[in-house]
């Protein structure tokens, strides 16, 4: 028999919905990612590029092995050893924003030397992100987000190489410890739902 307090929840909860696919996740608690909701069939689906499609948002995977093998199936990816991922998307509307962004590792503090960069603001953030730009006021804008730079932090802690030209994202990776397939591809999707939602008119 059913708890008062599950039948209370289960009468009055307030059913929520997917940020990414929009569909109702109903009592269970989705995944939390940088303030993006996301329901379970999406967090665990091999095929969430095709739940983004109803939104006009499309997402493609590629994942190619040291070797120049092509893997298609999430479970191999997660199984490779060497291996350099990436995803192309593309919101439907335009975010005017042109934009690289990358670990900032040795080799970036030095080219720092001879260009000039963009900062946000949050130390922790400027401090981990080399954002190279020509579009100063719109990804300055984009950038300064919360929710934003969560997700950008967390790929940056991947290794991934991000690039927003207008309404495509371009995300790649080469494989290392801190890079896991599926959260790549789930945070890619995050990135790309935030940057749909900045280019909405």
Same mark, same amino acid.
């Given at each position: =028999? ?7 929840? +289960?009468?009055?909860?307030?059913? =929520?919905? @997917?940020?990414? @696919?929009?569909?109702? !996740?109903?009592?269970? #608690? ?8 996301? @329901? ?5 689906? %091999? ?15 590629? @994942?190619?092995?040291? %070797? ?15 291996? !350099? ?13 042109? #934009?690289?962004?990358?670990? +900032?590792?040795?080799?970036?503090? =030095?080219?720092?030397?001879? &260009? ?41 802690? =991947?290794?991934? +190489?991000? %690039?927003? %030209? ?7 990776? &080469? ?7 599926? +959260? ?11 940057? !749909? &939602?900045?280019?909405?008119?």
């Amino acid at each position: =028999m059913k708890s008062f307090l599950i039948l209370f929840i +289960e009468r009055y909860h307030e059913p =929520m919905n @997917c940020e990414l @696919c929009l569909q109702e !996740t109903g009592s269970t #608690a989705p995944r939390n990612i940088a303030g993006v909701k996301v @329901c379970r069939a999406c967090s665990t689906s %091999d095929f969430l590029p095709t739940r983004l499609t109803g939104r006009g948002m499309h997402m493609g995977i590629w @994942c190619r092995t040291a %070797d120049g093998t092509v893997i298609a199936d999430l479970l191999e990816m997660e199984l490779a050893k060497d291996y !350099t991922i990436s995803s192309l998307g593309e919101s439907p509307h335009p975010s005017g924003i042109h #934009a690289r962004l990358q670990f +900032e590792g040795f080799g970036a503090k =030095m080219a720092k030397i001879f &260009e000039h960069e963009i900062q946000i603001g949050d130390k922790a953030f400027d401090a981990m992100t080399w954002i190279r730009t020509n579009t100063k006021d719109e990804t300055r804008a984009f950038l300064s987000m919360s929710k934003v730079q969560a997700v950008i932090a967390e790929l940056i802690a =991947m290794k991934c +190489e991000i %690039d927003i %030209d207008n309404a495509k994202l371009y995300v790649k990776a &080469e494989s290392n410890k801190a890079l896991a397939p599926r +959260e790549f591809i789930l945070h890619v999707a995050v990135l790309l739902h935030l940057l !749909t &939602e900045f280019s909405t008119p």
